[in-house]
């Protein structure tokens, strides 16, 4: 009813002033159609499952080429941890290539901690649920392409 309405108001308002302005706002609609269809800047939503406990935070990094993959996040957030699931948001990503990776920070230290021989002693993750032979899988393994629309999860893995 409302969007029939702004349409109603739009059509009337160009028609009072002009053709110049029903052409103006036919391409300012039509432009803002095809943004929200090419998935530019889209609110990205983020499923964390398998966390074993609610002590400490869920760390979650965005990367948004191989390059970058595990040094220079795009985006990051921190959210509390929820035994089971968590959900987080990032918002305004435009369309593309990406990786996610994540981990409990059980002990709210800011970091990945790992016992004598690099194994990890919190839980982690990264999208695809992809793993590495030795270490972390490569940005390939992980990446997945983002057109907006979708929710992605990823699985924390405890050892």
Known sequence: MQL?????????SALTFGKKNIMKKLTV???LGMMTQLGWSQSMEV????VDASVGNIAVALFSNE???????FAAQKVK?????VRLVFENIPAGKYALSAYHDANVNGELDKNM????????GFSNDAMGMFGPPD???????????????????YY
């Open 67 to 73: 390059a970058d993959f595990l040094k220079k996040r």
């Open 4 to 12: 029939g309405l702004f349409y109603f108001q739009t059509i009337t």
């Open 139 to 157: 940005f390939e393994k992980a990446s997945f392409d983002w057109k907006g629309g979708q929710t992605l999860s990823l699985t924390l893995k």
């Open 29 to 31: 609609l039509i432009a």
């Open 117 to 124: 021989i690099g194994i990890p002693k919190e839980g982690f």
């Open 47 to 50: 499923v964390i499952k398998n």
């Open 81 to 85: 941890a929820g035994k089971g699931e």
